[in-house]
């Protein structure tokens, strides 16, 4: 079996004015994915997501990935990670057995990558007649979620945050800053909230998006310990790991993080830092599942647990369940509560199997998911970024 095509599609879904939304982030307008398709000369085709710009990864998939990966066997998923991370020295670094990397190798490049290698363990899976998760080695076949949201400002966080509970979520994230922005007492008002409406047994997390420093992140983690949050997630920014080790040295809130960075040895320095206590690569910017398989098994090797970040596409879900299903140290999945969130819960024909506060496996082979037909139609690409700041 031969390589013979590598492409992207690109989809926007715009936010219809009534279901925007404000964080730290500022308003989201409209939604972006980038899809990696990989087709073959025996009629089978994989299918990948890349979290990144979505036109960069497009060059990138296409004018630099594709034309190494043409003729080859996509089901040698270790060979091809190597071609594209170590470029015109893959030869030499298989022989030496260690990294000779290229010129391209974190970014939205690693990102173009990871989703050139989804797309590579979905036809594999396909070869075989096998769900992702059990080539990888099967840990389970269904994983906690946990509701991810969380921006209603003031006392209405407790109201917000106990609709997801009543969903069947038996823990749930919300946001540092809310609709209402930022102030500590803002922030504790609404953790309070929320603390008070899903009572002690719920999981709380809550997650600042790296917006923090770290004298503002140590004052809010330690008022957060009166209400038994279970994790903090990136209270500063993921350019300062030892920032991230300093909140962590300060406070009794697990630190979680990892949703922006790439590769094994970013995550190397996290770990040798002891910045983190549960680590979250997102399997569409972190390098596939070739990488992020070492990542988790490595983070084993701290005592770090594993919940992958899953915000973005259905094909970035899709791929993560088969990620959380295989990795011993996974113990928690992202189920995002978006406001509007078509292009995770709508470009699929068969929805994900979520009951009970579970995500389940899914049946197919490979990744388990075929896209609908309409997708390019109803979600045609709109250029132009998916943020307007707004103040609160
Ligand atoms: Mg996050």
């Not at 993080?257 to 995550?267: I, K, L, N, V």
Request: with cysteine; hydrophobic share 40%; proline share 6%.
């Amino acid at each position: 079996m031969k390589i013979t095509r590598v492409s992207t599609l690109l989809l926007s879904a715009t936010l219809p004015q009534e279901r925007r939304w404000r964080s730290d982030l500022g308003t989201m307008v409209k939604a972006d994915i980038a899809l990696v398709q990989v087709e073959t000369d025996e009629g089978i085709s994989g299918l990948g997501a890349a979290q990144g710009s979505p036109e960069v990864i497009k060059a990138m998939v296409e004018d630099e990935l594709q034309p190494l990966l043409l003729g080859e066997d996509p089901t040698w998923t270790e060979r091809l990670w190597a071609k594209m991370y170590n470029g015109s020295r893959f030869e030499p670094s298989l022989a030496r057995g260690y990294s000779l990397q290229g010129h391209g190798r974190r970014g939205d490049m690693m990102a173009a990558i990871a989703g050139v290698d989804i797309a590579l363990w979905d036809i594999f899976g396909k070869v075989l007649g096998q769900p992702i998760y059990k080539l990888l080695g099967a840990a389970r076949d269904r994983i906690r979620g946990y509701a991810s949201g969380g921006w209603a400002p003031g006392e209405q966080a407790g109201e917000e945050i106990a609709g997801y509970i009543a969903k069947g979520f038996t823990a749930a994230k919300m946001r540092a800053e809310g609709m209402d922005g930022f102030s500590i007492p803002k922030s504790i008002r609404r953790i309070a909230a929320a603390r008070k409406a899903i009572g002690p047994e719920v999981e709380l997390f809550v997650d600042a998006h790296g917006s923090l420093n770290p004298s503002t992140a140590i004052r809010l983690a330690k008022r957060m310990e009166e209400y038994d949050v279970g994790w903090f997630e990136e209270p500063v920014s993921p350019d300062y790991h030892s920032g991230m080790a300093e909140v962590r040295a300060a406070t009794s809130v697990p630190i979680a993080t990892g949703e922006r960075e790439t590769t094994r040895f970013e995550f190397r320095d996290l770990l040798e830092k002891r910045a983190v206590d549960i680590i979250q690569p997102d399997i569409a910017i972190s390098g596939g599942f070739t990488e992020t398989r070492r990542i988790a098994a490595m983070a084993s090797a701290y005592g770090v647990r594993f919940a992958p970040h899953v915000w973005g596409s259905g094909v970035l879900f899709a791929a993560s369940i088969h990620i959380a299903l295989s990795a011993p140290n996974c113990h928690i999945f992202e189920v995002s509560q978006a406001r509007y969130g078509p292009l995770v819960y709508e470009i699929f024909t068969e929805p994900f199997d979520i009951r009970e506060g579970h995500v389940y496996a899914p049946k197919g082979p490979g990744l388990g998911f075929e896209l609908r037909p309409d997708v390019e139609k109803r979600f045609a690409y709109v250029p132009g970024p998916a943020y307007v700041y707004t103040s609160a």
